[in-house]
């Protein structure tokens, strides 16, 4: 797959600082993800004076995330919303321009949750240095960052294995589900792994050997959902939701260990149309299977980050974890960049480079 190289060097440092910060709230549109051009607005503001203890850093590559539209406002589930005229926030990759923090100097790599724009003044504490001449600075913020850790999480630590058993995957082809379907593969598990579109099942099968992979966009995907599910599903790691996550009730075997993610398919009003109430079969399934069912937010297990790189990073460097990353070039393409990643388009982990 290809590497791009994103390392940055030049330290000239402007006086003007452009950021995102959202202008309005979005009207739910039809399509999950939906918000206006207005709905972001692009703003200069002066970079302070930096006080002992901090650091000065300018962003050269920013996450684009689903929550971040969530964020936004205006969606059909509990979220809590940022308010109006505050910048995004992001995991981010920057390049230390001054320093009066004794643990970083000019040049360092740092990585961080940081926010949609150029430049940052934080203290040091939160900041995680990078190592340059190591796996490429990127990964900090896909394989090797919030987005493995999800996948890591999701696949080796909130489920046990069960070699040769049927491990589910929503979004497969996605930044968290194409690191998922690999992990699973690793632990002994058949993957039959779903995701939209001819190309990505073709990537799945071919890059990353899963045992099927199935289009939930295609006419017959009921029919090869049946034909691939035959022995039921004993894990399933969805981040989907709605109506995928109903067609596949009915396969749950027994003891099946569900671990919920994400609900990309309801954000929007398309998923919350009005459907077939499936409680009462999903409430009789966990207790007659004796089924267990567990969501969990990345950011409430930080705790576990070390030991993920311990595990990660090695499987990065050997090659054994292959990853993708889409960056977009430019700082003021972030909105498209958001755009994108709900109508599919991305290809791996959305980065925006800013060079
Ligand atoms: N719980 C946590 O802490 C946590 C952390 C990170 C991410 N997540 C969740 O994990 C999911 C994936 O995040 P990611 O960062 O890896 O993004 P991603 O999968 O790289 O990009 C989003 C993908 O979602 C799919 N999608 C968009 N609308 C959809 C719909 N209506 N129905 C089905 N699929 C749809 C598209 O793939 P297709 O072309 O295949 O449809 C798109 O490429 C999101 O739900 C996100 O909220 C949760």
């Known amino acids: 797959m290809e590497k791009i190289s994103c390392n940055v060097t030049d330290r000239t440092k402007s006086t003007i600082n452009r950021r995102f910060i959202l202008a309005s709230r979005p009207i739910n549109g039809d399509t999950p993800g939906d918000f206006g051009e207005d709905d972001l607005l692009l703003t ?54 001054e320093s009066r923090n004794k643990e970083f100097v000019p040049g360092d790599y740092i990585t961080g949750l940081s926010s949609w724009q150029e430049y940052i003044i934080a203290p040091g504490h939160n900041l995680r240095k990078l190592n340059a ?33 049927t491990f589910v995957i929503t979004n497969a082809a996605g930044s968290v589900g194409s690191l998922a379907v ?22 799945l099968r071919q890059e990353l050997g899963v045992d099927v992979a199935l289009d939930y966009k295609a006419a017959n995907f009921h029919q090869q959902l049946r034909k691939a599910l035959h022995n039921g599903i004993d894990r399933l790691l969805d981040s989907v939701g709605a109506y995928l996550f109903e067609e596949l009730i009915p396969y749950f075997n027994q003891n099946a260990k569900i671990i919920i993610l994400g609900q990309i398919g309801m954000y929007g009003k398309a998923g919350l149309k009005p459907r077939q109430d499936h409680l009462p079969k999903l409430l009789n399934s966990i207790l007659y299977k004796d089924i267990s069912i567990k969501g969990f937010q990345v950011d409430h297990h930080l705790d576990t980050y070390a030991a993920f790189l311990a ?43 800013i060079v």
């Open 182 to 203: 690999q992990l699973a593969k690793i632990r002994g598990h058949r993957v039959v792994a779903i995701a939209g579109g001819a190309e990505k099942t073709t990537f």
């Open 133 to 165: 001449r190591g796996v490429p600075i990127s990964t900090a913020l896909g394989v090797l960052g919030h987005t493995g850790l999800t996948a890591w999480l999701g696949t080796t630590q909130f489920v046990d294995p069960k070699p040769g058993g």
């Open 44 to 97: 200069d503001s002066k970079i302070p004076e930096l006080k002992d203890g901090e650091v000065l850093f300018r962003n050269i590559l920013i996450s684009v995330d689903p929550y971040q539209r969530n964020l936004m406002g205006n969606v059909p589930f509990d979220y809590p919303s940022l308010p109006i005229g505050e910048v995004i926030p992001a995991p981010t990759v920057g390049l230390i321009m």
């Open 311 to 353: 595990e990660m990073t090695p499987m990065v460097h050997e090659g054994k974890i292959k990853y993708q990353e889409n960056f977009v070039d430019g700082f003021e393409q972030l909105p498209k960049a958001l755009h994108m990643l709900y109508n599919g388009l991305n290809k791996g982990k959305m980065i925006v480079r």
